[in-house]
């Protein structure tokens, strides 16, 4: 009796998590596609034509969204705000070309990593370095902020492409070097 009990018990559980999972991706899906939504209807406010090829990671903060997003081979950012029943494209931008000659991805410059700052005076918390890494040797990113460095945050996908961001809280914050470090700490990119 006490067995039946116990399976009965751990099947309701696992059909329990198995629903929180199925509930957790279909937000997740849904997010997305409202976002792409947005993204789209600014696209062909601005270009008309250009079209959204994919989105690439979307990282929630506290009023809003940064996607990192590409259309026409190019990696673009913006910031998305949720008014009650839908996103709205806030601000955007940025552009990292991401296909080469040879059809791989990569960044628009040889070098290991390329970044560009963000920062709009409505929006000074949101002050924002991102990058692509094209070194696979790279798992760390360091920034120079002040008299000491603060560690970006890391997103491999699943298609290959590595994306580095950290948000600066304090504007007139001096920046210097950003620095890519191996696994095992030591400097492989400098600039």
Known sequence: ?????????????????????????????????????????????LAGNRQLEEIHYITIVEDGAFVFYQEEKTLHYGFLR????????????????????????????????????????????????YGVVNDPGIVKIEKEVDEGYQQANISRLDNGLTLWY??????????GRTIGKSRDGEVIYER
């Open 82 to 129: 949720n008014y009650v029943e839908d996103w709205k494209w806030v601000f955007g931008g940025g552009g990292v070309e991401l296909i080469g000659k040879d059809n791989q991805m990569k960044a628009e410059s040889e070098q290991a990593m390329t970044h560009s700052k963000v920062h709009y005076e409505d929006y000074p918390v949101h002050q924002m370095i």
């Open 166 to 175: 950290m948000f600066i809280e304090d504007e007139d914050r001096e920046l």
């Open 1 to 45: 009796m006490k067995e039946r009990t116990l399976l009965l018990l751990f099947a309701l559980g696992l059909l329990l998590v198995m629903q929180i999972g199925c509930d957790f991706t279909k937000q997740s899906m849904d997010l997305e596609k409202e976002i792409a939504e947005a993204i789209q209807e600014r696209t062909e406010e």
